[in-house]
């Protein structure tokens, strides 16, 4: 598998930072705000390519992920859109150029706000493109229309539960995953499949962590060097084992928010230790660093990895998918049914060289007969199963079910 990375995102020319301008960053105010940088990777030659940006909170970003599929007949499919800036419209216009022109959008999920507020705009910047939604499309605080979050409405579809129906089904096919209906709002996701290459698109549903962070990351590694300190008067010096512990720590904050192997020390001190930072700028939350790491966190991150597999992450198995285990393996059975080389998702690693059984192990948490009904260690689900907790209680979800009783398939 050939993947080429694309130079056009590595200069630091004041040009190119206006290249990187995105003007609706309060929309979805998170880091890394106005100016995100593109990553283009040629993932299959002439056929997939990713383009890649940043996204965090609080410094804890994570790659999130544009795909875009040559099609046989001319033309170009996009799958969950990232910011169009000046930068990205360009590279995606270079395949425009050599493979004609963006005919397809696809926004393959519901709930994820970080990837619909994309597509009003991306959509405008190729007015010939059609558009086609996840179902169950919604917004908070008020439930708008589409065509009031800047969707076009003339050029935008609701994907049918008969992928054959499709415009695009001689090149692919999609599974729905939902609308899941957790009472807050709702989730659901559509997996695509390119025949052709044998590459299943993701959202959110699994990833693979890696040991090493990203390009995308590594183009801004000061939130690396943030989460690589130990204490608020650490002065870290960048090299590749500081950037490394930094991405480590990243991964423990996005999928368990608060895992075993973490202290958060009262205020009182972390206030006190605030003082003695020596950097007290605002880039720096001014000395804040509410955290202490247990020397057990790289097991604790060994454990999460598990040497690349494919997962579902903690936050899913701990608080959506449980609510619906039947509903949620009856959409891995059909993915699974694909014949699959590589999964390309919209975070984290990509793209992974798997397999169907690959793909259908990561749900076995799902099966109460699974030989592994629960791969992660209880003592770093105990702050998501906290949250659970108080989500049933307070009615604002419904309690999870029972894991399904039918046998987990041997493959």
């Given at each position: 598998m050939t993947v080429n990375?694309?130079?056009a995102s590595h200069s630091a020319t004041p040009l190119k930072?206006?290249?990187w301008s995105w003007p609706y960053w309060f929309l979805v105010p998170i880091y890394p705000y106005n100016q995100k940088r593109t990553l283009r990777q040629e993932i299959v030659p002439g056929w997939i390519w990713t383009f890649e940006q940043l996204q965090g909170i609080f410094y804890v970003v994570v790659p999130i992920r544009m795909t875009?599929?040559?099609?046989?007949r001319?033309?170009?499919?996009?799958y969950a859109p990232v910011a169009p800036t000046p930068e990205c419209l360009r590279l995606v216009n270079e395949l425009v150029?050599?493979?004609g022109e963006v005919k397809y959008i696809i926004l393959p999920t519901i709930s994820g706000l970080e990837h619909k507020v994309f597509v009003g705009p991306f959509a405008r910047s190729f007015p010939h493109a059609q558009v086609y939604t996840a179902p169950g499309q919604w917004s908070f605080p008020l439930n708008l229309p589409l065509s009031w979050l800047g969707f076009p409405p003339e050029r935008t579809h609701v994907l049918t539960g008969d992928s054959s129906q499709?415009?695009?089904y001689e090149e692919f096919d999609y599974q729905i995953l939902g609308p899941l209906d957790l009472r807050l709002g709702l989730f659901g996701e559509v997996a695509f499949f390119h025949r052709q290459t044998q590459t299943v698109l993701v959202t959110d549903s699994v990833v693979s962590i890696p040991d090493d962070p990203p390009a995308i990351v590594q183009l801004d590694p000061y939130p690396l060097l943030f989460h690589a300190k130990d204490n608020a008067s650490d002065s870290v010096v960048d090299t590749p084992d500081t950037r490394r512990r930094g991405w480590q720590r990243i991964c423990l904050f996005a999928l368990y928010f608060q895992s075993s192997s973490l202290h958060i020390p009262d205020w009182k001190k972390v206030l006190g230790d605030a003082m003695q930072s020596p950097s007290r700028q605002a880039k720096d939350y001014f000395g804040v660093y509410p955290f202490q790491w247990r020397s057990s966190w790289p097991q604790t991150f060994a454990s999460l990895r598990g040497e690349g597999r494919l997962i579902v992450a903690p936050i899913l198995q701990e608080l959506i998918l449980n609510?619906?285990?039947a509903e949620t393996l009856a959409w891995v059975d059909k993915v699974a049914s694909w014949t699959i080389e590589r999964l390309i998702s919209c975070h984290f690693a990509a793209p992974l060289a798997t397999s169907s059984s690959q793909f259908r192990q990561a749900?076995?948490?799902l099966h109460y007969s699974s030989p592994v009904t629960q791969p992660l260690p209880q003592d770093d689900l105990r702050t998501l199963q906290r949250i659970d907790r108080l989500l049933v209680r307070f009615w604002i979800t419904p309690d999870k079910a029972p894991l399904t009783q039918e046998s987990f398939p041997q493959e």
């Amino acid at each position: 598998m050939t993947v080429n990375v694309s130079p056009a995102s590595h200069s630091a020319t004041p040009l190119k930072k206006q290249e990187w301008s995105w003007p609706y960053w309060f929309l979805v105010p998170i880091y890394p705000y106005n100016q995100k940088r593109t990553l283009r990777q040629e993932i299959v030659p002439g056929w997939i390519w990713t383009f890649e940006q940043l996204q965090g909170i609080f410094y804890v970003v994570v790659p999130i992920r544009m795909t875009v599929v040559r099609l046989q007949r001319g033309g170009l499919l996009v799958y969950a859109p990232v910011a169009p800036t000046p930068e990205c419209l360009r590279l995606v216009n270079e395949l425009v150029e050599g493979y004609g022109e963006v005919k397809y959008i696809i926004l393959p999920t519901i709930s994820g706000l970080e990837h619909k507020v994309f597509v009003g705009p991306f959509a405008r910047s190729f007015p010939h493109a059609q558009v086609y939604t996840a179902p169950g499309q919604w917004s908070f605080p008020l439930n708008l229309p589409l065509s009031w979050l800047g969707f076009p409405p003339e050029r935008t579809h609701v994907l049918t539960g008969d992928s054959s129906q499709a415009p695009f089904y001689e090149e692919f096919d999609y599974q729905i995953l939902g609308p899941l209906d957790l009472r807050l709002g709702l989730f659901g996701e559509v997996a695509f499949f390119h025949r052709q290459t044998q590459t299943v698109l993701v959202t959110d549903s699994v990833v693979s962590i890696p040991d090493d962070p990203p390009a995308i990351v590594q183009l801004d590694p000061y939130p690396l060097l943030f989460h690589a300190k130990d204490n608020a008067s650490d002065s870290v010096v960048d090299t590749p084992d500081t950037r490394r512990r930094g991405w480590q720590r990243i991964c423990l904050f996005a999928l368990y928010f608060q895992s075993s192997s973490l202290h958060i020390p009262d205020w009182k001190k972390v206030l006190g230790d605030a003082m003695q930072s020596p950097s007290r700028q605002a880039k720096d939350y001014f000395g804040v660093y509410p955290f202490q790491w247990r020397s057990s966190w790289p097991q604790t991150f060994a454990s999460l990895r598990g040497e690349g597999r494919l997962i579902v992450a903690p936050i899913l198995q701990e608080l959506i998918l449980n609510r619906y285990p039947a509903e949620t393996l009856a959409w891995v059975d059909k993915v699974a049914s694909w014949t699959i080389e590589r999964l390309i998702s919209c975070h984290f690693a990509a793209p992974l060289a798997t397999s169907s059984s690959q793909f259908r192990q990561a749900f076995a948490f799902l099966h109460y007969s699974s030989p592994v009904t629960q791969p992660l260690p209880q003592d770093d689900l105990r702050t998501l199963q906290r949250i659970d907790r108080l989500l049933v209680r307070f009615w604002i979800t419904p309690d999870k079910a029972p894991l399904t009783q039918e046998s987990f398939p041997q493959e």
